[in-house]
């Protein structure tokens, strides 16, 4: 069946209505189920342990939540405390999140109908969280409306089955709360941000920047480290401070750097302990749970969602062999994916893309001008490839 076919938007449930805060001192009642895990942060910042609460995520029953009250958080930098609406459980921030593509239409507006036909293939993979608007997700070739409807459409779709963090990241502060407002206006659990881009700021200007949006808007937040696309690289004790005080609550680096992740783990790990910290590589999922790591935020994801799930809950629960023959089978496919003679990253959505819309899962495998989008002889050899890959015999589940 196709799943463009049998997607049906669902009504949109505002933020206050999926984290409804509760009376002081309450700890009990109804709330999203990105929520749901045993742990919360008390007013002053700090990790208390509550009873872990896990039930499935896709079973449809209604989940035991927990969440806090209102609560004043002093953000360094700012002109003084916000008030959040509520806390969401940051344990509920692990595994596999998946980068999400963004389906266009060729007129380059978003595709939401396309997206959560996507969104619902991704979460029946068993991906444990949904990263919108990141490099997968094609997030600095739209504007403010597009960016906010791609959120808006995970939201909606993932009905508090999962978070949904919002990348809000542009080349200033300014631009940048501007989508984070968007983004909690469109209900996004957390968010995430990048140092400004086309500038290259200092490490004093970056600590600005990350304090100044968390104080303008009250959700979670995560730095996005990706140098090799925004020009600058927090350095490990910028990227320290930000977690030790309290302004960010964790992080993807996609620089493949594993001294780097490493030591930001090692030395917040006295007052952080919980930093949910992920890697944005492809080949590295299973050494994301081996050093520390909450989890990784593979783009590839986007076309092997269980495998790259297998591989991370295989390390998880200690079985290496079993996590290095996912890991491998993870890094085969991404090996058949890229397609045409655009640059690499416009090869690598665009073969993404084409398996996607020849599984019927997306109508349109467009990427946003100038980047490439595969013609239908291109689409067909990529296709050809991964058909032959995932017909192969894989690892016994």
């Known amino acids: 069946m196709n799943p463009l076919a049998a997607v049906q938007p669902p009504a949109t449930p505002t933020r206050a209505a999926r984290v409804k805060p509760a009376a002081a001192g309450d700890m ?18 700090d990790v208390k342990r509550t009873a872990a609460q896990s039930p499935a995520l896709d079973t449809g029953a209604p989940l035991p939540m927990i969440y806090a009250s209102p609560r004043d958080v002093d953000v360094p930098g700012a002109a003084g405390p916000i008030e959040e609406e509520a806390t969401m459980d940051l344990s509920a921030l692990h595994g596999i999140l998946p980068p999400v593509l963004t389906p266009l239409h060729d007129d380059e507006t978003v595709d ?23 490099t997968t997700g094609e997030f ?19 009905r508090g089955r999962l978070p949904v963090v919002a990348n809000v990241g542009d080349g200033s502060t300014a631009l940048a709360i501007a989508h984070a407002r968007a983004a909690r206006e469109a209900g996004a659990d957390a968010l995430a941000l990048t140092p400004p881009y086309y500038y290259s700021n200092n490490q004093a200007e970056l600590l600005d920047h990350f304090r100044a949006l968390r104080a303008a808007v009250d959700l979670p937040l995560l730095v996005y480290n990706i140098p090799q696309t925004v020009k600058v690289k927090l350095d490990v004790p910028t990227m320290v ?7 960010v609550v964790g992080l993807k680096d996609s620089q493949n750097d594993l001294d780097w992740f490493r030591s930001v783990i090692v ?14 590589t492809r080949a590295l999922i299973d050494a994301a749970v081996l050093i520390g790591g909450a989890g990784s935020i593979p783009g590839i994801a986007n076309i092997y969602p269980r495998w790259c799930v297998r591989c991370h809950e295989a390390a998880a629960r200690g079985d290496w062999v079993e996590a290095a023959r996912y890991q ?31 599984e019927g899962i997306i109508a349109s495998r467009r990427l946003a001008a100038p980047l490439h989008t595969p013609t239908d002889a291109e689409a067909e050899q990529v296709v050809a490839r991964y058909r032959a890959l995932v017909a192969a015999p894989a690892p016994a589940d």
């Open 140 to 158: 600095a070739c739209l504007d403010g409306a597009q960016r906010a409807a791609a959120v808006r459409t995970a939201v909606e779709t993932a």
């Open 267 to 280: 030395n917040t790990r006295a007052r952080r302990p919980d930093l949910r910290a992920f890697l944005g």
């Open 328 to 358: 491998e089978l993870v890094m085969a496919g991404s090996g058949v994916t890229a397609v045409g003679p655009g640059s690499a990253i416009a090869q690598s959505l665009g073969g993404m893309k084409a398996i996607l819309q020849a």
């Open 28 to 45: 009990t009642g109804p709330a999203p189920a990105c929520c749901a895990r045993g742990m919360m942060l008390s007013s002053g910042g």
């Open 241 to 247: 401070t930000l977690a030790n005080e309290g302004t």
């Open 112 to 134: 939401t109908r396309s997206l959560a036909a996507l969104l619902e293939y991704l979460i029946g993979a068993g991906v444990h969280g949904l990263w919108i608007c990141g």
